[in-house]
C-alpha cells in the first residue's frame, strides 16, 4: 500500500475543532434534539475553547509525545460519545457518572450491549470515524513541538473564548432548564447534553460526582403553589391532613445551608388531605410487588387473565406511569421511597445508611405487622440486601442467601411462580397482620428463547400470535408472572386470607430491551417512545372491595404515601415527595429529563413544549409555575438522600 504524503500539514487545532463539531453534530442528528438551534451558539464556543486546550496540551512536548496524547484524547471523548448513544438505545436515558454506583446492573445487561454494538458496527465506526482517519492521515497532521512563548499565548486566548462562552449562558438565562440554569443551579444530564453539548456535559457531570454538587431551590410561596396545583375537589367535606407535629421553626432556627433551605421548603408545603379511603384497609395484610419489566401491554384476557382482573378491579388508576430513570434500581427507588430517582441518589440510597422514618418495612412494624422480603435473584445486586434492611426489612430472603435451598437459582431469569410457592408458607400462619415484599426477576429481558428460561418456559401459550418474535418473548415471559399471581390467589383463598389481604403491584420501568419494532407488534403503534412508552398499571386490589375509577394522573413515588393512607399509617404526606393518589391533590408523574404529566396536560422538557389534554384550558402562568414545581421535586428528592435529611425527623 502506498503510504500518504502531505506537501503541507493540518494544524492539530484544526483537527480538534473539525472532530469535535463532527461528533456533536452526530449526537444532535441521532438523538431527539435538533442541530439547529440557538444552544449551537454556546456548544460551537465550548468546542472552540476545548479545540485551543487540547492544541495546547498536544504542542507542548515532543513530537512522538504529542501525537500519543492526541490519540488518548481522540479516544476518550469518541468513547464518552459512543457511551451516550448505546446506552441511551439499551435503557431509554443517558449515562450519567452516578451509574458508577449501579455497576452490577450495568454488567448484568454486557451481553446485551455487546450485541448491540455488533449489530450497529457500522455506526459506532462511524463515531469512532475522527480516530479512524487520523490514524490513516495522521502523517499530515502536524504534531510538532511549538515555541513556548507562542504555547503558552494559548492560554490567554482560551480563557477569553471560555469567558464568551460564559456571556453566552445568559441569553435566556431566566427560562426554566435555559443553558444557565443547567450549567450553575440544576443538575440534569438529559437537558445538558441538549443544551450545552456531549462533552461540556462530561466535565459539569464528572465534576459534580467527584466534589458534590448543590442544586438551586427555588421556594414558592404557598398561594403559587395553589394557583398551580389547585385541589380537584373544592365540595370534598373537611379532613385533617396527613401530617405529623414537626416543629419546622425550630428546625430552622437550628440549622444553616442547604438543611436550613430544605427546612424552610418543607415548612412551605402544606401536605395531602386525608380522604374517605383512609384506613380504608387498615386490618388487611398487605403483599406488595415490584414487577420486573411489567407494563400494560402484558396485560391481556386471554394470556394473562390474573393480571387482567387485578388491574381492571379494585383501585383502577387510569392515568398512571413508570417513568423509565436509571433502570430497575431507579424505579425500585421511586416505589419505596416516594422520591424522584434524580441522578445521583444511587449512592447513599446504595449503601443504606440514611435514615428512613418512614421505611415501608418500620411503618409497618411500628402498626404491627409482621414483615418479609423476598427475590428470586441475586439477593446482593444492587446492594438491595443494604437498602431493604435500611426500610426496615431484617428478614430479607433472596438467591445465595437461603432462597437457593427453596428454588432453582441457577437458571435464568428465575421462576417466580417458584418463589412465590417456597414462600408462602414463611409468612400466612403469622399471628396478627403481615406485610410482604415481592421483588420479581422472570419478566427479566433480554427476551428470545434461546437466552430467558422463562419465555421458552412459557413459548406454547404464545406460539401462535401473529407478533414478533421478541414480542412473544416478552408477552411470554410476563406470563410466569401472571402465574405467580394465580397461584398466590389461589393459596390465600385455601388459607381463608384472600378477602383479609391487599395486592399492591408497580412495574420498575417499561420494558427497554425490547426494540421499538417489538413494542409496535404488540401496540400496534399506539405509544410514543417519550412518555406514553411508560403509562402503565398500578394494581390496588382487594377481592372484596367494589370497583374504583380514579382518573388523576400519578406515578411510582405516588405508590407509598396511597398505601400508607389507605392502611391509615401515621405519616408526614409534605415529606415524601409522591402524594396519595387517591386525595385531592392533583396528580403529577415527573420523567427523568424533567418532562411531566398532570392532569391539564403533557410537557415534553426537551421541545419546551405543553400539550394540554382536550377540552382543558390552563393559566398563562400554569407551565412556568409547574416546571419551578417539578424542579423543586427533583432537587428535594436528590437532596434527601445526599444531605440524609430524614435523620431530622426519627
Not at 496540551?57 to 469518541?78: D, G, R
Amino acid at each position: 500500500m502506498k503510504k500518504l504524503t502531505f506537501t503541507k500539514k493540518l494544524d492539530v487545532f484544526w483537527v480538534y475543532l473539525i472532530s469535535f463539531c463532527y461528533l456533536e453534530l452526530l449526537f444532535k442528528i441521532v438523538s431527539p434534539y435538533s442541530p439547529f438551534s440557538w444552544d449551537v451558539i454556546n456548544n460551537l464556543l465550548f468546542i472552540l475553547f476545548l479545540s485551543i486546550v487540547c492544541k495546547f496540551i498536544t504542542s507542548f512536548f515532543q513530537e512522538k509525545v504529542n501525537k500519543i496524547l492526541y490519540f488518548v484524547i481522540m479516544a476518550i471523548f469518541c468513547l464518552f460519545y459512543a457511551i451516550q448513544i448505546v446506552v441511551h438505545n439499551i435503557f431509554g436515558f443517558y449515562f450519567d457518572f452516578s451509574l458508577l454506583g449501579a455497576t452490577d446492573q450495568i454488567l448484568s445487561f454486557s451481553g446485551d450491549m455487546f450485541k448491540l454494538i455488533f449489530k450497529n458496527i457500522f455506526y459506532v465506526l462511524i463515531i469512532f470515524l475522527p480516530i479512524i482517519v487520523s490514524g490513516i492521515c495522521h502523517s499530515g497532521i502536524s504534531f510538532k513541538k511549538k515555541n513556548f512563548k507562542k504555547s503558552v499565548f494559548l492560554l490567554p486566548l482560551a480563557a477569553g473564548i471560555y469567558g464568551i462562552f460564559l456571556l453566552s449562558l445568559n441569553i435566556g438565562k431566566n427560562e426554566e432548564y435555559s443553558a444557565y440554569k443547567l450549567f450553575y443551579q440544576n443538575h440534569n444530564v438529559e437537558l445538558s447534553l441538549k443544551r450545552l453539548g456531549v462533552i461540556n456535559t462530561m466535565f459539569i457531570d464528572s465534576n459534580r460526582y467527584i466534589f458534590g454538587f448543590n442544586e438551586h431551590i427555588d421556594i414558592i410561596p404557598n398561594e403559587q403553589v395553589k394557583d398551580a396545583l389547585d385541589d380537584i375537589h373544592s365540595d370534598e367535606p373537611s379532613y385533617a391532613y396527613n401530617n405529623l407535629d414537626y416543629d419546622f421553626a425550630s428546625l430552622i432556627k437550628n440549622s444553616k445551608g442547604t438543611v436550613k433551605n430544605m427546612h424552610e421548603y418543607f415548612q412551605n408545603e402544606s401536605g395531602t388531605l386525608q380522604n374517605e379511603y383512609t384506613g380504608f384497609f387498615k386490618d388487611k395484610n398487605l403483599i406488595m410487588f415490584m414487577a420486573e419489566s411489567f407494563n400494560e401491554m402484558a396485560v391481556s384476557k386471554e394470556l394473562t387473565p390474573t393480571l387482567y382482573k387485578l388491574v381492571n378491579n379494585g383501585f383502577v388508576f387510569e392515568n398512571f406511569y413508570t417513568p423509565t430513570i436509571s433502570s430497575t434500581i431507579g424505579g425500585e427507588f421511586q416505589e419505596l421511597t416516594g422520591l424522584v430517582a434524580a441522578s445521583g441518589f444511587l449512592s447513599p440510597w446504595k449503601k443504606g445508611e440514611n435514615s428512613y422514618p418512614f421505611g415501608l418495612a418500620t411503618m409497618f412494624q411500628n402498626a404491627g405487622f409482621k414483615t418479609f422480603a423476598y427475590h428470586d435473584h441475586t439477593y446482593t445486586f444492587q446492594s438491595r440486601n443494604k437498602y431493604l434492611k435500611a426500610l426496615g426489612f431484617d428478614n430479607y430472603l433472596g438467591c445465595r442467601n437461603g432462597l437457593e435451598a427453596r428454588i432453582n437459582c441457577n437458571k435464568w431469569p428465575e421462576s417466580d411462580v417458584e418463589m412465590i410457592d417456597k414462600t408462602f408458607d414463611d409468612y400466612i400462619n403469622t399471628d396478627g397482620q403481615f406485610m410482604v415484599y415481592y421483588v420479581t426477576v422472570s419478566g427479566h429481558g433480554g427476551y428470545s428463547w434461546s437466552g430467558n428460561a422463562m419465555s421458552l418456559k412459557n413459548k406454547e401459550y404464545v406460539a401462535d400470535l401473529d407478533l414478533t418474535e421478541g414480542a412473544k418473548a416478552y408477552l411470554a415471559s410476563q406470563i410466569e408472572l401472571d402465574h405467580a399471581l394465580e397461584l398466590l390467589l389461589q393459596k390465600l383463598d385455601e388459607a381463608g386470607k384472600l378477602d383479609d389481604t391487599v395486592i399492591a403491584l408497580v412495574g420498575d420501568h417499561y420494558p427497554y430491551l425490547l426494540p421499538n419494532e417489538d413494542v409496535n407488534s404488540i401496540t400496534k403503534g399506539k405509544k410514543d417512545f417519550v412518555v406514553e412508552i411508560n403509562h402503565s398499571n398500578f394494581i390496588l386490589w382487594n377481592n372484596i372491595m367494589d370497583k374504583v375509577k380514579v382518573e388523576k394522573v400519578g406515578s411510582q413515588i405516588d405508590v407509598l404515601p396511597t398505601i400508607y393512607n389507605v392502611f391509615g399509617l401515621k405519616y408526614d404526606s409534605r415529606l415524601i415527595i409522591g402524594k396519595d393518589i387517591l386525595s385531592t391533590t392533583p396528580g403529577l408523574a415527573i420523567f427523568g429529563n424533567s418532562s411531566w404529566v398532570s392532569d391539564e396536560g403533557t410537557y415534553f422538557a426537551s421541545q419546551g413544549k405543553f400539550v394540554p389534554k382536550e377540552n382543558h384550558e390552563v393559566a398563562a402562568d400554569y407551565v412556568s409555575n409547574m416546571n419551578r414545581i417539578v424542579s423543586n421535586k427533583v432537587s428535594m428528592s436528590k437532596l434527601i438522600m445526599t444531605e440524609n435529611y430524614y435523620q431530622y425527623f426519627k
